[in-house]
């Protein structure tokens, strides 16, 4: 079987496999609901014609059967006009999962008279006992008919046994009342005589509680007690007292006895006369050994009647399970190099068309967004063609060009996030990517816009670029349930499945790299920071910079800054709380300028307020892009609390404005700041935090070296050094397709 072949046949199980839990689970909710059974037939009964001659019908192990008792033995019952009511001894059904009691309910309804219920094991297996109460009722009770008491036992152990035995002694002393005493359970206290397959599993194990209840019985003179056995007939007395083994109503027959047959017991009560008697169901078979084959092929059908979807799903589960275990042992895996391949060049004169997938874009202000539209104009700079493909925004009317605005979804705003949501399903899509013979694919996320790169990849044969610019797990917080299991699980798997099918990764920084190494993305990789825009700083004038440290800091403070969208994964509260210890602690004036917007502004606002520093602390909010490099080149300080960057962009644009940076470690930053030369990072903690903050704020000789390293070292992060090493990645990885196809390269 070819791989498509293959695929097809396991998205199809698997579509059959939601049709049937759906249909499962719509046979639950759309029958109607059945409660407290049995209460409602005795009222029934009672409430009914009362006569002093009656009769009734007992049937045991009807085992959810469906040849046997449902199509004959129902039949039988209904045909005797004389029959007034049934009862059940227990083990009505084949376990106690929903299912099997609405399948019994939906037998039972055949019925043209009452019938009540009594409790055996299968009904509370499986947790069953809690459905058995809801559909029918108490496990034990009781009722009067005529003259004559009727009382229900529970011998599975769900009753507690003191409890029940003085609910016992009590309800025959009530009985005594009677003329006639019957008492139905499911386990004899009388061991049978014929020990049969079935048996031992219907005689009650407890020997005090089998005295307790032969003496009770003898003592008030019970006219008849009804047990569960299998598919045998029999009758003892004991102490005067009848005991009545029978079961018979479904079930498979391995017995040659003449006591083992399909049957019900008719009870006929005249006046101090009480006549039982089996009725039997005949087979087909005659012969014992047809019989036996016949019996076995009703209890058969009776399991797979019962079970019929359960075992479609195991069936259909088990070979989803093949399917994919021999998908994955059948697929070859290549580690090497294929040598073999054509070697030719990736493209004739050097330049590349390359295709862009995101899901947010312009005028979506981030770090996404930036890095892509940075990237693309310095790729365009040396002469490549980029297009992106990016979200609709609405009101957003201007065209820019090089850009494929694809139509929304949905467009969804919340207190955190404006989604964006493009239709990664509209043709539209295809047709604007077809307009171009691309080289290469550039994804900038793992899912959504990105899968829609990766498909369109997928089909043209044209190599994927992922770049990894988001830690998912850190957005956890954001989604309405299984946080942890997203955080801990499903983030770090959707990364590695994804990025296994792309051709290529890019990290901004080295730790993002070794995090997709630990998660186990195996494609060749490139760590490459998003390129700074030098020209944005070289044209803004003095002016413009003089004018914000006068606004922002008019009595010559020390100048700090901080540029960060304001939600919780970005830990603003951190950097609050580290700057009210760096006001407690040193004399050195200052003032700190935190620029961005976002969902949090109003609690951070309340929080500055708090610890009085609504002075000191200046929520500027957003800043048009094109003059954000003015309040870089503004600061002295740029302080920086985020954990949850995959690359220190921020930093590196701060440094580029001569400002060291005070920051925690992690993976967005541990990479480009050398502690002690361009700035300081510490552990997540106030105290150590603030302590570099005080020592840069009282030693000016060392924040001012640290400023002019902070450019030096930005300087090797300009647009065009980055697009020329982004560039030749994608040579790189279009050659590596030339020589390996992706066929050999799925992982």
Partial sequence: MDKKSLKRLIYTIGIIIIALLSYKIYLISSESNFHESNYKNMKM??????????????????????????????????????????????????????????????????LTVPYLMGLGESEISDGGGERFYKHFGPFYYSFVYDDSYFIFIDTTGMTSADWQKDWIVNELVKADNYSRKFVFMNDSPVEPGNQDLFADSNYIKKEGFRSFLKTQFSKHKVTGVFTNGSTDYEKKVIDGVSYYLSGGAGGVLLDDSTNSSYHYLKVD????????????VSLNATHSITRRIESLWIFIHSIFYAQFINILLLMFGVLLLFLVLYRKVSKEVHYYRNFTGSGKAPVPDGKLNIAMFTNNYFPFLGGVPVSIRRLAIALRNRGNSVVIFAPQYPGAVEAEEGVVRCKLLNYRKTNKFDFAIANIYSPDINREFIKNKYDVI??????????????????????????????????????????????????????????????????????????????????????????????????????????????????????????????????????????????????VRFKCMIIGNGPERENIKNLVDEYSLSDDILLIGSVDPEKIAGYY??????????????????????????????????????????DGYNGYKTPMEIEAWAEKVICLLENKNELETMGSNALLYAQNYSMEKMAERVESFYKKTIQTRNEQPRESKDA
């Fill in 269 to 280: 009560v005249t006046g101090d006369k009480v006549v039982v008697e089996p009725q039997a």
């Fill in 442 to 587: 550039h994804v900038h996320h793992p899912f959504w816009m990105g899968k829609r790169g990766l498909k369109l990849g997928l089909k043209y044969d044209i190599p994927v670029v992922l770049t990894y610019h988001t830690r998912l797990e850190m957005y956890s917080e954001n989604l309405p349930i299984f946080k942890m299991v997203f955080k801990n699980i499903l983030s770090h798997r959707m990364t590695r499945k994804f990025a296994q099918k792309c051709d290529a990764v890019i990290a901004p920084t080295l730790s993002v790299k070794e995090y997709l190494v630990n998660v186990g993305v195996s494609r060749q990789k490139l760590v490459l920071p998003t390129g700074i825009d030098f020209e944005k700083y070289n044209v803004i004038d003095d002016d413009f910079i003089n004018n914000i440290r006068l606004s922002q800091a008019p009595n010559g403070e020390t100048l700090l800054c901080s540029v960060s969208r304001l939600a919780v994964e970005k830990n603003i509260n951190f950097l609050i709380r580290g700057l009210k210890y760096v006001k407690e602690n040193t004399d």
């Fill in 633 to 674: 080149l503004a600061s002295d300080l740029f302080v920086f609390s985020s954990v949850s960057e995959t690359q220190g962009m921020v930093l590196l644009e701060a440094m580029a404005g001569k400002c060291p940076v005070a920051c925690i470690r992690s993976s967005g930053t541990d990479d480009v700041i050398k």
């Fill in 45 to 110: 009964i009672q409430n009914g014609e009362q006569k002093a001659s009656y009769s009734f019908a007992i049937v045991g192990s009807i085992k959810n059967s469906i040849d046997v008792f449902q199509d004959k033995m129902i039949n039988d019952i209904n045909a005797d006009k004389s029959i007034g009511f049934v009862i059940s001894t227990g083990n009505s059904v084949l376990d106690g999962t929903e299912d099997k009691y609405r399948i019994l309910n939906k037998s039972l309804s055949k």
